[in-house]
């Protein structure tokens, strides 16, 4: 008997207990589904971050602990390294320094959180956010340096409902008034809060203090080689734009990790419901493969038949189960994309394929027992049940 005729007498076993079937199979649906969705988050957060980095990120970053303390550490680092570094601008291939503070002021609310970033007034953001343009009021100029004020990003205005002249309340004793509005990028950006260096330092507590120092090379190639010299001559730690998506790629790996085990109780949840189902199919068909033994098939053919059958199951629950992941991908981008301007979820292609391996992997395992239980059916013992 040639594999078509096994696959037809295997869907025809699946249809006689259509609805035993459609329940199993919307079982594998929704496990695979949370599985494709969870895990699509590292996978934006990577392309997003891969995307948006050559636009919003220096050449080189110089910290005290670099970007594995986490991404708004305390202002750690004395802003005299700044001027040690410019200083030796022409010596490393140095185009600009630019001392940053961030902060970020975070709550319940995904809406109200944003990224305060403090730059020199005076040095305009060529430098550290190049696609920036104002769409409303005023960029930030050196005589607001110290001031009380702030450029919004699209979706910060947005999200904070700030307008010009519109108050940011940043703490209990600090707030920042609103001179200027970005046009929207669609990306990162649009949620940052923009303030002149010296006035998030006072705010902050730390004056004097930088979260750190962005460099912009001449040549961007050497960014490897200029972080190295940078780290031996200044006992300070330097990133280069590479180094920020090995770490963050490992911190999304770890969070891929965990979505994977939470997804894993709802698979092998599926995976039993599949066991289940195939397993009450082979006991109510015992006279239907005693018949088939009687009159010729051997025990290897039935055995294929059943895991077939737990295949069948576990590829229609795949298949729904991306469909379904998708739709849930597409409303948490319509969410994101209003939030903050950017799409955090993606399906990619080794997602599908893992989706897709999940599934066959879980109808494997779920069909060996059962099939395994088929194929030992003895012929007498079938034909002789009621």
């Known amino acids: 008997m040639t594999f078509s005729d096994l696959f037809r007498l295997a869907l025809r076993g699946l249809s006689r207990r259509a609805v035993r079937t459609t329940l199993t199979v919307l079982g594998i649906v929704v496990a695979v589904a949370s599985m494709v969705i969870f895990l699509s988050l590292g996978e934006g957060i990577r392309q997003v971050f891969r995307q948006e980095l050559g636009s919003i990120g220096p050449d080189v970053q110089v910290s005290v602990n670099g970007l594995t303390q986490g991404a708004a550490p305390l202002p750690d680092v004395p802003q005299e390294v700044a001027g040690r570094l410019e200083a030796r601008a022409a010596e490393y291939g140095i185009r600009s320094v630019t001392p940053v503070v961030l902060s970020v002021r975070g709550g319940f609310d995904p809406s109200q959180s944003f990224v305060i970033f403090g730059y020199p007034a005076a040095q305009g953001t060529a430098d550290v956010l190049p696609n920036a343009r104002v769409a409303q009021g005023r960029a930030l100029t050196a005589a607001d340096e110290g001031q009380a004020v702030a450029v919004v990003g699209a979706k910060a205005a947005q999200n904070g409902n700030f307008r010009l002249g519109s108050e940011v309340r940043y703490n209990r004793n600090n707030a920042f008034r609103v001179v200027g509005i970005l046009e929207e990028e669609g990306g990162l950006t649009d949620s940052f809060i923009l303030v002149p260096l010296s006035t998030l330092q006072r705010a902050n507590g730390f004056p004097g203090r930088l979260t750190y120092v962005g460099l912009k090379l001449f040549d961007a190639g050497e960014a490897r080689n200029v972080a190295q010299r940078i780290e031996q001559d200044f006992d300070l730690t330097a990133q280069t734009q590479s180094d920020f998506l090995r770490v963050l790629d490992r ?65 229609l629950g ?59 059916i003895r012929i007498t013992e079938a034909l002789g049940r009621n």
């Open 251 to 315: 911190a999304v790996t770890v969070s891929d990790a965990i979505r994977f085990g939470i997804s894993l109780i709802a698979l092998v949840v599926g995976g039993l419901a599949v066991a289940n189902t195939v397993m009450m199919g082979v006991f109510e068909r015992t006279r239907e493969f005693g018949t088939m033994r009687a009159i010729g098939a051997q025990p290897g053919f039935v055995w294929r038949l059943v895991l077939l059958e737990s295949l069948l199951l576990s590829l």
């Open 318 to 376: 795949g298949l729904g189960g991306l469909l379904l992941g998708y739709l849930g991908i597409v409303a948490v981008n319509a969410y994101t994309e209003q939030l903050a301007a950017i799409s955090a979820a993606a399906l990619t292609g080794r997602l599908v394929l893992m989706a897709l391996g999940v599934s066959l992997l879980l109808g494997l395992l779920a069909g060996l027992l059962p099939a395994r239980s088929a194929g030992r």
